[in-house]
């Protein structure tokens, strides 16, 4: 088991090693896309900050964060989303989400002035500073303003 210890927030491009473990998380817990293109879009997201990797004390993954964009709305332009955050369960509860939130607010602010997330935990967001602007049926969208979030 991992030892308490904070994980760190580095760029999944560098630890090439972790990718593919990053994407099956993503891919067997969301699976809307291929593994190949969840690869992919973990490893070179396009026109977004590079996706984050949280690593334990051990060197070990446990928990990443990717962008993307998307419209919100027919005819708009893309707006900069989280696409996923997830943490491996044995290392929930301990902060490594948050962190990893508090690195992509960081990561995101020269790339847009407000970030999105859909999510079927919108209570945490909210807990962290996030606005729901729209409920669904099996979640919401939040926003954050990136000048408010310091």
Known sequence: MS???PA???PLSDHPWALPVAARWVWETWGSKTYDETLTSLDKPENCPRTLIAIDAERQPV???GFGRFR???GTTATLWINVLYVVEEQRSRGVGSRLLVAAIDRAE???ERLYVYTDVPGWYENRGW???EATDDGAVLSLSLSSAR
Do not use: F, K, N, Y
């Open 8 to 10: 760190t927030i580095e």
């Open 131 to 133: 606005t729901a602007i």
């Open 110 to 112: 020269p790339w847009t």
């Open 3 to 5: 030892t308490i210890r």
């Open 63 to 65: 928990g990443v964060l």
């Open 72 to 74: 919100r709305a027919e």
